[in-house]
């Protein structure tokens, strides 16, 4: 069964700004923990575009043991300053972003969903992962946060 994760933030910029930073993967590291970089072949990635990702999660810490993820994904969805959202699969999973962008006095709510599902071995660590990825989101918008307010 999946994992879906929702949270969302109050940002104050425009709904341009933070859709045009957020839709760009190769940007995430700035302000995911567990993006390590992406890359893609065009600048501006519309539905049915591709890119790669390189991802690493410690779920147990204090124990050094990192999974890494290279997880290519296609655009599903680019509605300008509005809706995004990405789906990615990788050697024994899957995970699907979903952006929404709702403008709200001087700035926005973003609100951001993600979906993933693990098979084999690691489904005994999705529980972990799960808590984990929960509380790096929450990390994750608020560096989001004091970047596009900065």
Not at 18 to 24: A, D, G, K, P, S
Not at 110 to 124: A, I
């Amino acid at each position: 069964m999946p994992v879906r994760l929702y949270h969302e933030i109050e940002i104050n910029c425009s709904p341009e700004k933070l859709f045009n930073y957020v839709t760009q993967p190769w940007r995430w590291h700035e302000w995911h923990p567990d993006s390590k970089g992406a890359r893609a072949d065009k600048q501006v990635l519309s539905a049915g575009d591709t890119f790669d990702e390189t991802i690493e999660v410690k779920p147990l810490p204090p124990l050094s043991l990192t999974i890494t993820r290279h997880p290519r994904y296609v655009v599903g969805e680019s509605v300008p300053y509005s809706l995004w959202t990405a789906r990615g699969a990788f050697s024994d999973g899957w995970l699907s972003f979903r952006y929404d962008i709702e403008p709200r006095g001087a700035g926005v709510v973003f609100k951001r969903t993600l979906q993933f599902e693990v098979s084999g071995l690691m489904r005994l660590l999705a529980p972990l992962v799960r808590m984990k990825q929960a509380r790096k989101s929450l990390t994750a918008l608020a560096a989001l946060k004091r970047k596009m307010e900065a």
